[in-house]
């Protein structure tokens, strides 16, 4: 084929207009380089260490890392720079490494910084577990006040539902000595529920399978509509958030039940006024008192148990699955939690101050959570005002800030062979020294499962107790044991398919 000539001034015009073309892209991308240089340096917090890649768009890389391997990543930075920064998707949050700086993370006040905004922030709460909670936190007053000053009393109703419910959730074999696996997440977060809303709802609701259902369906849906609204840019979230219908229909069902106990327990808080009656002394009660106290409509009752089961029943089912694998992969100390509870009870029976007794137990639990948190990160807090901390780090005002939790608990500084499940190391300490303050539910500023401070969990006590008796009740009752060839491998949420075997006890304790 014979190429058609390009005649001459064609082609010198087109070369120009070529080499304009190439000048203006080749400007293009260096005002687009310029622009990305001055946006990541502009970033407030550039100055502070980043763990993986910082530059806009790379750092992605960084929050898919620490999105799969979070503790990892918290490690690393916490070997190597008293703060950092770590990637999420939509920002950037900003850790403290080792007690010193725990310390002084959890000591700045309230009007510097906040658990609450920093709990919505990441998790969305007014679209995701109650509208009005992260304004009007009426569950968080009472269960620092009357719940927890009231656990002798409540006690009994725990251990009842729990004793009712073990053989129901989690029947016996038919056969002695036969093991049968079961999936433990779902089957403790059940057994937690049941004895959890004995407390906040009681009889007959706390049992009512609809009312049961409507609360694992509303657990299930604050992780899915976060994760949803997480990948949404700042304003769409709002728009979004308002139509998830998970937590509305969750607050709809809700109210169906328990809308007419408030207004029993109104007429009751009535009568009492009238001194006709007795005043009731329950949880619900008190919900209502704290809104009257804050001057809200007592249709908030409703959000506050919502929210009481948000805080309450992921974290400790999660918290005693932990602990079961843990005793799975140890059974050699089945034996003396054995003894000591038996023991107790044969002594005092199922009382509160019979649970908390059982130092064995109690440090158990505590040395499971120290190495088994739901979260590598703690004393999480919304910056409210810019401050500068210690070591000359500035943090602007809106920035997520947390203390590295899981590194600083195996961090050899503080805990001997940091990194072994040694379960009665607390008990030992205790007995050692004297000294009760290495109680599981006790906080410190290297050791911050509960927190620490001012904010610290105000349900650990209730939880403690909750916890041990439950734990207290598979000793006496069930053998455990890993399935066969199974390794104990850590997640901070384990999968609902990760089962132990169990089987009617066998032994008695020699
Ligand atoms: C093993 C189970 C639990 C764990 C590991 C746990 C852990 C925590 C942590 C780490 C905090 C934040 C503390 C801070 O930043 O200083 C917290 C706060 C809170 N927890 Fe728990 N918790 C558990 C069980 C419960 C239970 C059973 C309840 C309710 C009865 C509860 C109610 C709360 C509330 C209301 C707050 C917010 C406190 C505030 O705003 O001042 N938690 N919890």
């Known amino acids: 084929m014979l190429a058609t000539p390009i005649p001459q001034y064609v082609d010198a015009r087109h070369l120009c207009r070529m080499e304009d073309k190439t000048q203006y892209i080749f400007a293009l991308l260096g005002l687009l380089a310029s622009l990305y240089f001055i946006y990541w340096k502009a970033d407030p917090l550039y100055n502070i260490p980043a763990i993986g890649p910082s530059a806009p768009i790379l750092s992605y890389l960084g929050a898919y890392r620490y999105y799969y391997h979070g503790r990892q990543v918290l490690r690393e930075g916490y070997r190597k720079y008293k703060v950092f920064r770590v990637p999420m998707l ?5 850790v403290v490494s080792g007690a010193d700086m725990n310390e002084e993370l959890r000591k700045l006040p309230d009007t510097h910084v906040s658990l609450a905004q920093a709990v919505n922030e990441f998790i969305h709460s007014k679209y995701t577990v109650a509208r009005d909670i992260t304004d009007h936190p009426i569950h968080t007053a009472v269960i620092r006040g009357p719940l927890t000053r009231n656990l002798n009393l409540l006690f009994p109703d725990v251990v009842d539902e729990m004793k009712t419910a073990f053989p129901e959730v989690m029947p016996l074999p038919t056969h002695d000595g036969e093991w049968v696996a079961i999936s433990v997440r779902n089957t403790m977060a059940c057994i937690v529920s049941r004895a959890s809303n004995r407390v906040f709802v009681g009889l007959p609701l706390c049992r009512d399978p609809k009312f049961l259902d409507t609360l694992v369906e ?3 849906s604050v992780s899915k509509a976060r994760d949803i609204l997480n990948v949404m840019p700042g304003r769409v979230r709002g728009i979004v958030g308002n139509v998830l219908p998970w937590v509305k229909r969750a607050t709809r069902h809700a109210s169906v039940c328990i809308q007419p106990m408030v207004q029993e327990r109104l007429q009751r808080l009535q009568n009492t006024d009238d001194d006709h009656g007795d005043k ?11 809104t009257q106290k804050v001057k809200l409509s007592p249709d908030f009752v409703v959000q506050g148990i919502l929210a009481s089961n948000f805080s309450a029943v992921h974290t400790a089912s999660n918290s005693i699955t932990h602990a079961l694998f843990n005793l799975a992969a140890h059974t050699q100390y089945m034996q003396p939690l054995r003894e000591e509870v038996e023991d107790i009870i044969k002594e005092h029976g199922w009382t509160y101050n019979a649970i908390k007794e059982m130092w064995k137990l109690d440090s158990f639990m505590r ?6 948190g739901v979260t590598g990160v703690s004393l999480m807090r919304k910056v409210l005002l810019d401050i500068t901390l210690s070591d000359g780090t500035y943090i602007p005002k809106g920035t997520l800030v947390v203390a590295a939790s899981s590194a600083t608990h195996t961090d050899k500084t503080y805990y001997e062979n940091a990194e072994a499940f040694v379960p009665f190391r607390f008990y030992d300490m205790c ?3 004297g000294t009760l303050g290495t109680q599981f539910v006790n906080t410190s500023k290297d050791y911050l499962a509960f927190g ?3 904010h610290a969990c105000p349900g650990r006590f209730f939880v403690a107790h909750e916890l041990k008796a439950m734990m207290a ?5 069930y053998d ?6 199974a390794l104990w491998v850590w997640h901070d949420i384990p999968p609902p398919s990760a089962k132990i075997l169990f089987r009617k006890r066998q032994s008695e304790v020699e």
């Open 431 to 433: 007995t050692e020294n």
């Open 452 to 454: 620490h401070g001012k």
């Open 280 to 290: 009731p002394h329950d949880y619900l009660t008190w919900l209502i008192e704290e």
């Open 480 to 485: 455990v044991k890993l399935e066969d060839g």
């Open 90 to 94: 939509d920002r950037w949050v900003v």
């Open 473 to 477: 009740y598979i000793i006496l009752h």
């Open 367 to 372: 040395e499971s959570q120290r190495l088994c």
């Open 218 to 220: 509303y657990a299930l």
